[in-house]
């Protein structure tokens, strides 16, 4: 008994081109004007429902049953063939690259094999919006996503079926949809990658397919009516059109799962009207175009990822990130669209037709055919070998962290270190875990029996930079200042933490309070906690422009706890991301306009030494530790040697206003 072909559907092709598009643009061009490409894939979610759901249904109307070994095995010559060569392919090309980008690259092959892509990866608590360190084979999470559903599905349609009504079938579909939805808003607001890649969660996409298929009777034909001709293209244009507009809203992530449920039944209604008989729009969404794309997404979507990160990174050294230069993006755009033109043609289409078992024998038969074609099948095979090899050696050469994750763990340990050592005295007598008393207060008189304790002294430099004076009594100019780092409390985020051992060598005593992912806003509520401790020393560091835009009224009330007589020293931002200028901007727009507060510009100080940071280009290594350190220290010199100037043209003036009155009485 023959198997039913899959239905041809007018327009879905087309729609497939558009989906795909969709998700390539968002990550090639990730500045562009689809801030919410992602919801392609809730398009190809709903295809899919409604595509399997159709031929399930016309396979039950023509056989009286649905023949499982054969449904999995067409899913098999669709799907792995291409799956195969991408994961080998490009897990090759990460090996040879070497470093970050092979980080975890064990557990996403194991993932990509086993179409369990999307669990590994909460599992492994990765982050499908993180750009710092984006995993190679990250958008096989919605591969696995499907294939879940095509083993579950075939077994669970029997029971829908029971229900004798299709409109009452659709309502129990989409009353499954609601609830995949709901669970995703719950989930959401704890844990979006979770939400995202979750199977459970981003379900409501395929079952509006299953309701629209099991609704209008996919598998029979539907009555012609003006309706369908005429009022349902036009709907389903107007919602195409609002499906764009959905994929270019900004912050669309942070809306899951409204912008994907928004888009997933917007594609119902471009699917309806497409496929409705004698509708123009699936004749308007079939132009060859579109076609070509929409028979080749499959490929497209698998290959276009890895070649984005694997250009970027040999483009600009860096990873994905929100500023891809133009050139990297159309260079993997063109290699997508090429490599999977080949893929289709010599792999996946003659997987398609002949099987597995029929794909073997026919390049066993050009091993026995003429010396052209001989070479050809020694060539793939070879090709083969090699890429399978080089998986293995990627695998193997995996690092267990990434170089950012390293040398923050080795600031981490840094701190922890300093914690629990003796503490070793300072120059002052004061231990390096003690704030340093006001040194003015214990320095000695100076030879011209001047107190340190003077009121007339700008207080905190203490008297390692005070103004010495000649033999005639004529103040000399102050020695440069170094600030002891016992009087030093720095708050910041993961690059100061990277920083810690930097910075403890540098300034040594330094108060160190940092941590990842930390941002203005809590910085705010560490600074007013230190200062009613009576912790905060004289000099207040802050280091936290990496992980978003400034919060204005954070920073204020951070300068309103540090108060007017000690110093905020505003540490700017270094790194690939599209707010860093305007963090920058922001910061040194402060420090202008409020007395007491100066910048250390560590983006200009580490601008010429890229190869001091991670493989993120975000956080520093050891040297690009001590030049965080030093921008820092040099900073905090500044203002000293500022307050000693002050101090030696004071002295100065008193000196010759001395001399004058002796040389006039």
């Known amino acids: 008994m023959t198997t039913p072909t899959a239905p041809r559907y007018a327009g879905l092709?087309?729609?497939?081109?558009?989906?795909?598009?969709?998700?390539?643009?968002?990550?090639?061009?990730?500045?562009?004007?689809?801030?919410?490409?992602?919801?392609?894939?809730?398009?190809?979610?709903?295809?899919?429902g409604f595509l399997i759901t159709s031929l399930l249904l016309r396979e039950r109307a023509a056989t009286g049953r649905i023949a499982l070994r054969a449904f999995w095995t067409r899913r098999a010559r669709r799907l792995l063939p291409a799956l195969a060569l991408v994961v080998t392919v490009s897990a090759t090309l990460a090996w040879m690259v070497g470093g970050d980008v092979l980080v975890g690259l064990g557990r996403q092959v194991l993932g990509a094999a086993t179409f369990s892509y999307n669990w590994t990866s909460i599992g492994a608590g990765a982050s499908y919006f993180g750009s710092a360190e984006p995993e190679l084979l990250r958008n096989l999470w919605s591969l696995a996503v499907e294939e879940q559903f095509y083993v579950l599905w075939p077994l669970l349609l029997p029971v829908l079926l029971l229900v004798r009504r299709p409109w009452l079938r659709a309502l129990v579909a989409l009353a499954l949809a609601a609830a995949s939805a709901l669970w995703g808003f719950a989930v959401a607001g704890d844990a979006l990658t979770r939400a995202y890649y979750g199977t459970d969660t981003h379900a409501f996409g395929l079952l509006i397919g299953v309701a629209l298929a099991v609704g209008t009777g996919a598998g029979g034909r539907r009555p012609t009516t003006g309706w369908t001709r005429v009022g349902m293209p036009v709907a389903g244009a107007l919602a195409l059109v609002a499906l764009v507009a959905v994929a270019s809203v900004p912050g669309g992530a942070d809306l899951y799962p409204a912008v994907p449920l928004a888009a997933s039944l917007l594609t119902a209604v471009v699917i309806a009207a497409a496929t409705a008989p004698g509708a123009w729009l699936g004749r308007g969404l079939d132009v060859a175009p579109l076609r070509w794309i929409g028979e080749r997404s499959y490929g497209i979507y698998l290959w276009h990822w890895p070649l984005v990160v694997l250009v970027t990174l040999a483009a600009t050294g860096a990873f994905v990130d929100t500023a891809i230069p133009v050139a990297a993006g159309l260079a993997a755009g063109v290699l997508t669209l090429a490599l999977s033109a080949v893929s289709y043609r010599m792999l996946e289409q003659p997987v398609r037709r002949l099987g597995f078992a029929g794909a073997g024998r026919a390049v066993m038969a050009r091993l026995r055919s003429t010396p052209v074609r001989r070479f050809g099948a020694i060539a793939s095979l070879t090709a083969g070998l090699l890429v399978v090899g080089g998986t293995t050696a990627a695998v193997a050469a995996a690092p267990a962290v990434s170089s950012s994750e390293a040398v923050v763990e080795a600031g981490r340990q840094a701190l922890t270190a300093a914690s629990v050592a003796p503490a070793s005295p300072t120059g002052d007598g004061v231990s390096d875990a003690a704030p340093a008393p006001d040194a003015a207060a214990t320095a000695a008189p100076d030879a011209a029996g001047t107190d340190a304790a003077d009121p007339d002294r700008l207080s905190g430099d203490g008297a390692d930079n005070r103004s010495a004076t000649g033999a005639d009594g004529r103040p000399r100019p102050p020695a440069p200042a170094a600030v002891d780092g016992t009087r030093v409390t720095a708050v910041g985020d993961s690059v100061m933490l990277a920083s810690a051992a930097g910075l403890l060598a540098r300034l040594p005593g330094v108060q160190i309070d940092a941590e990842v992912s930390r941002s203005m806003w809590a910085g705010d509520t560490i600074v007013q906690q230190l200062a009613a401790q009576g912790a905060l020393r004289e000099y207040v560091v802050v280091g936290l422009g990496t992980n978003g835009p400034i919060d204005a009224q954070a920073l204020q009330q951070i300068y309103d706890a540090v108060g007017r007589d000690r110093t905020l020293v505003l540490v700017n931002a270094a790194a690939p991301r599209d707010w860093i200028p305007g963090v920058n901007s922001d910061l040194a727009a402060f420090a202008a306009t409020h007395p007491g507060v100066v910048v250390a510009d560590w983006a200009q100080a580490i601008a010429p030494h890229p190869d001091m940071l991670?493989?993120?280009?975000?956080?520093?290594?050891?040297q690009g530790g001590g030049v965080y350190a030093d921008t820092v220290a040099a900073a905090i010199d500044s203002v000293a040697n500022q307050r000693a100037e002050v101090r030696y043209q004071v002295e100065l003036i008193r000196w010759a206003a001395d001399e004058a009155l002796r040389a006039a009485g």
């Open 13 to 48: 092709d087309g729609l497939r081109a558009v989906a795909v598009l969709l998700v390539v643009l968002y990550h090639l061009f990730p500045a562009w004007f689809l801030h919410s490409g992602f919801v392609g894939v809730d398009v190809f979610f709903v295809i899919s």
């Open 614 to 622: 991670a493989g993120d280009r975000i956080h520093p290594g050891p």
